[in-house]
Nanobody, 127 residues
Framework: QVQLVESGGGLVQAGGSLRLSCAASGRSFSPYIMGWFRQSPGKEREFVAAINWTGVKVVYADSVKGRFTISREDAKNTVYLQMNQLKPEDAAVYYC????????????????????WGQGTQVTVSS
C-alpha cells in the first residue's frame, strides 16, 4: 500500500505562485512514476504533469507548460509541483498520483495510468 498526502494548496492572486507537495509513504518511493492531476467543478479530472522514477523524464499538459514545474526528492519521498503565473482557470483540486505497477513504462497522462491517489488539495486563484 502507498499513502499519498498533498499539501501546499491555498488562495493566491492571479499571477502568483504556489508550490504543492506530495509526501508518499508505505513503500519504497524511488521506482514510481509520479503525477499531478486536477479537477474543477463540473469537469473531469485532467492530467497536469508527471515525472518518471529517475526524474529525467517529465511530461506537462499544454495548458501549464512554461508555468508549472514538477520535481521529486526521493530522499524525502516527496514530489513537488511549482506553479507560477497562476491563472483563474488553474483553480481546482489538485491530486497527486503514483504508478507503482509499471515504473519503467512511458509516462501515462490518463487517470487509469495511476493506481494510487491522494485526497487532493484545493487551489483557488482570484482574478
Amino acid at each position: 500500500q502507498v499513502q499519498l498526502v498533498e499539501s501546499g494548496g491555498g488562495l493566491v492572486q492571479a499571477g502568483g505562485s504556489l508550490r504543492l507537495s506530495c509526501a508518499a509513504s508505505g513503500r519504497s518511493f524511488s521506482p514510481y512514476i509520479m503525477g499531478w492531476f486536477r479537477q474543477s467543478p463540473g469537469k473531469e479530472r485532467e492530467f497536469v504533469a508527471a515525472i518518471n522514477w529517475t526524474g529525467v523524464k517529465v511530461v506537462y499538459a499544454d495548458s501549464v507548460k512554461g508555468r508549472f514545474t514538477i520535481s521529486r526528492e526521493d530522499a524525502k519521498n516527496t514530489v513537488y509541483l511549482q506553479m507560477n503565473q497562476l491563472k483563474p482557470e488553474d483553480a481546482a483540486v489538485y491530486y497527486c498520483a503514483a504508478n507503482t505497477r509499471s515504473p519503467l513504462a512511458p509516462i501515462q497522462t490518463s487517470n487509469s495510468g495511476y493506481n494510487y491517489w491522494g485526497q487532493g488539495t484545493q487551489v483557488t486563484v482570484s482574478s
